[in-house]
């Protein structure tokens, strides 16, 4: 097995770890100041080696307005909707959501870039769609109970965070495109994330209390989960194709699950589970097996 292919394991182990390690303390620390600090210390940890490093990239101001664009879609938006929806809702079910991602990433692609992904490609996202389905079918989900169910009110917000993060991802490959650097665009993006979170607390007044006992979580959460997962994506992208990048990648699913048992002691209804994971798997393969 090449190098790269470990690695991208390991991106996926990363990224499916966050919301096992992020749940424990959202219960003591508000989920936007959590995305300040998460994003605050990416973006000063890139600084600083970037200046270490004498590593600077100039860009035009169009390229700057979008990166203000992505930064504000997400790394302000997706995470606090994120880190909201997770402490309403199980880890292991934020884990299957937050796919939902790759759907609307392609279908903004579709619609805004007007990117064709083939004919394989709307049967995956149909397959999405439905192991989307599949996952919030639950008899007390009626509409009676819609807003008084937190598992449903976690589980839109972390579908809405999944639309935020689509927009981004595609705004980015538009940055992207304009030979911006993508450290540089990590770096921009998460110093102003974090700092508009930031200004949201002082503005809500939000207690600024973080127990000193979480400081290891919240810093593998941001150079680990975060930055590390995306570092390793990107890196495999360049290396061995979008195709099996994202195929691999998309195992991050499992252990979210995996951890959340493990961990959390979390109870979930295993065949529904199964059943939901094979079908967003499937549909991710069938929408890459044409944009390799």
Not at 90 to 119: K, Q, Y
Request: with cysteine; hydrophobic share 55%.
């Amino acid at each position: 097995m090449k190098k790269i292919y470990g690695l991208l394991i390991l991106s996926a182990v990363l990224y499916g770890s966050i919301s096992t390690v992020a749940k424990p303390f959202l219960s003591n620390i508000n989920p936007i100041l959590l995305s300040s600090i998460i994003y605050l210390i990416i973006g000063i940890s890139i600084t600083i080696v970037s200046s270490i490093i004498k590593n600077t990239s100039k860009f035009s101001w169009n390229s700057f307005k979008l990166i203000f664009l992505t930064a504000f879609f997400g790394a302000v938006v997706a995470p606090i909707l994120y880190f909201s929806g997770l402490k309403l809702t199980d880890a292991s079910l934020v884990s299957i959501l937050i796919n939902a991602e790759f759907l609307f990433t392609i279908l903004f692609a579709i619609t805004l870039l007007r990117e064709n992904p083939g004919r394989y490609g709307y049967f995956g996202i149909l397959c999405i769609f439905a192991g989307l389905i599949v996952l919030n079918l639950k008899e007390d989900n009626l509409a009676s109970n819609f807003f008084q169910n937190n598992d449903l009110i976690g589980s839109l917000l972390i579908l809405g965070s999944a639309i935020f993060w689509a927009l981004d991802n595609n705004i980015s490959k538009v940055i992207l495109q304009k030979e911006v650097p993508i450290v540089s665009l990590i770096q921009l993006k998460s110093l102003i994330g974090g700092i508009t979170s930031f200004v949201i607390v002082i503005i809500l007044n939000i207690s600024f209390t973080i127990n000193i006992s979480n400081i290891p979580s919240i810093l593998f959460l941001s150079l680990g989960g975060f930055a590390g997962s995306l570092f390793l994506f990107l890196k495999g992208i360049k290396e061995v194709g979008a195709t099996k990048s994202v195929m691999i990648f998309s195992t991050s699913t499992l252990f979210g699950i995996i951890f959340a048992i493990i961990f959390l002691n979390e109870q979930i209804e295993i065949y529904r589970f199964v059943f939901s994971v094979m079908l967003m798997i499937t549909g991710i393969m069938l929408i890459t097996k044409d944009n390799g």
